[in-house]
T-cell receptor
């Protein structure tokens, strides 16, 4: 049962434009979320997180939005750069376990 | 920042042999570590939760006798793939959350690419 879903397996964006990666979850008890970036044959690296007490968290070019009522979060990357091309995972952290989304492969076209 | 070191980064072994993968938390104590497996173009799949000093908790469908996990200390967890077969070829990643810092990101090892020939 996939409790964290990323319905877009891939996304292509022109360099300089905004990339929006979406994530939906089913468990209303999830209260902390993280986004990870993963290059092929490497471990995921942390990007940004958000607690359910917030609806937005910003760090440089990365902003995560959380809509608790819709059980939806999104990661915005602006401006997108070719080096951002990777697979992005949305993760829910319950404190005991991490639930990974299925991932979205982002390609930023120069 | 906290670092998790995973070794080896890649290994090729013959079918029927066993392979051990180590995951170390270098500057923090990890009472819990997670082991993941990734198939090509698929998400990371949680295999098991490794608990220091006790038995690992395996996810449904993961053979505990095939994927032996040992978490003998607060800084080391090992995953042994026993009697490896070509279908075990995959990318294995460990993760350790540093709960001393409260709710924070988990730190991941570099991953191990296992190829069974």
């Amino acid at each position: 049962d996939q409790q964290v879903k990323q319905n877009s397996p891939s996304l292509s964006v022109q360099e300089g434009r905004i990339s929006i990666l979406n994530c939906d979850y089913t468990n209303s008890m999830f209260d902390y979320f993280l986004w990870y970036k993963k290059y092929p044959a490497e471990g995921p690296t942390f990007l940004i997180s958000i607690s359910s007490i917030k609806d937005k968290n910003e760090d440089g070019r990365f902003t995560v939005f959380l809509n608790k009522s819709a059980k939806h979060l999104s990661l915005h990357i602006v401006p997108s750069q070719p080096g951002d091309s990777a697979v992005y995972f949305c993760v829910a952290d319950t404190g005991n376990q991490f639930y990974f989304g299925t991932g979205t492969s982002l390609t930023v076209i120069p | 920042g906290a670092v998790v070191s995973q070794h080896p980064s890649w290994v090729i072994c013959k079918s029927g042999t066993s392979v051990k993968i180590e995951c170390r938390s270098l500057d923090f104590q990890a009472t819990t570590m997670f082991w993941y497996r990734q198939f090509p173009k698929q998400s990371l799949m949680l295999m098991a939760t490794s608990n220091e000093g006790s038995k690992a908790t395996y996810e449904q469908g993961v053979e505990k006798d095939k994927f032996l996990i040992n978490h003998a200390s607060l800084t080391l967890s090992t995953l042994t793939v026993t009697s490896a077969h070509p279908e075990d070829s995959s990318f294995y990643i460990c993760s350790a959350p540093d709960r001393a810092l409260g709710n924070t990101e988990a730190f991941f090892g570099q991953g191990t690419r296992l190829t069974v020939v």
